[in-house]
């Protein structure tokens, strides 16, 4: 089993940024792709980003490409979301995710592990 345990979450005005960090335990060796989800109040969990292994590959999803950038430290076992010029709009909480395979997918349903979640409270 892996555990997943984010923090950095919080509250910013519109344009501030937040750094979300996701500390890996347990059989970190097993997980390959890693990846950052998001649910909003009454809407169904959304890709945010995500990380192939090695670090070298890295994906976004439209609505924050060039604002966020995703990063890994396979020796820390941790993964981080560091957040720029946030808008309302990306309230919610935010979840960090890992899969055992190494093709790197976007969708829900192919993650084996999750951590409990971070809040994220953008005001404008």
């Known amino acids: 089993q892996v555990q997943l345990v984010e923090s950095g979450g919080g509250s910013v005005q519109a344009g501030g940024s937040l750094r979300l960090s996701c500390a890996l335990s347990?059989?970190?060796?097993?997980?390959?792709?890693m990846a950052w989800f998001r649910q909003a109040p009454g809407k169904e969990r959304e890709f945010v980003s995500a990380?192939?292994?090695?670090?070298?590959?890295?994906y976004y999803s439209d609505s924050v490409k060039g604002r966020f950038t995703i990063s890994r430290d396979n020796a820390k076992s941790t993964v981080f979301l560091e957040m720029n010029s946030l808008r309302p709009e990306d309230t919610a909480v935010y979840y960090c995710?890992?899969?055992?395979?190494?093709?790197?997918?976007?969708?829900?349903?192919?993650?084996?592990?999750w951590g409990q979640g971070t809040q994220v409270t953008v005001s404008s």
């Open positions: 347990g059989r970190t060796f097993t997980v390959n792709t």
């Open positions: 990380i192939n292994w090695s670090g070298g590959s890295t």
């Open positions: 995710a890992a899969d055992r395979s190494l093709v790197v997918k976007l969708e829900v349903a192919y993650y084996d592990y």
